[in-house]
């Protein structure tokens, strides 16, 4: 078993990384939020702790995360690998992870950091357009629709959301880097932290994780 970690701020473009990952390797790309709603929607005994933690609006803890984690990775073989995405967030979350993962006879292997300058995410996120009718996402300089606010697809009116403005950009940029920093710290002392300059072309920095996983 293998696991690795894609880390960056929002707008660093880790969703689109994973995707190439998984097709191209033999990477599982594994979200916590999904692990979550399945293990709720299953009605297993940790899936049900965690609702009750949702439902009286509360985070859900370290721990019951953890299991959950712990579960999925229980359903692969010796020979899987994984890829978390937006998981760990802090270092209690990171500590977890490699207690779980020693107890699988595994470790983390690669943590992939995506550094791109603040003015470039504020650019990506701010310009960012969502499609009220079918969700297709546009940018307004990078990928504009045919006709202003109009979605090429189905015709939906395009809309920036409430957390793409860039005061609120700004906001979640500053958040990120105050989380992560101590997170970044512990897997560099590790030695499995690998920075990714990922305001190239999107294909250049896919190619470059892709190479180092192969290497």
Known sequence: MDAIILLGAPGAGKGTVA?????????EHVST??????????ERPVGLEAKSYMEAGELVPDDVILRIVQERL???????????DGFPRTIEQAEGLDRVLEEAGS????????????????????GRRICRGCGAVYHVRNIP??????????????YQRPDDNEETVLNRLEVFNKQTASLIDYYDKKGVLERIEAAQPKEVTQKAIVDRLAG
Not at 145 to 158: F, I, R
Request: glycine letters at 8%.
């Open 19 to 27: 995707e190439v990952i998984q097709q191209q390797t033999g990477y």
């Open 145 to 158: 629709s045919k006709v202003e606010n109009v979605c090429d697809s189905c015709g939906g009116e395009l």
């Open 107 to 126: 470790k983390v292997s690669h943590v992939f950091m995506l550094d791109v300058p603040r003015d470039v995410l504020v650019d990506r996120l701010s």
């Open 74 to 84: 229980a359903l692969g073989d010796s020979e899987a690998q994984y890829m978390f």
């Open 33 to 42: 939020g999904d692990m979550l709603r399945e293990a709720v929607k299953a």
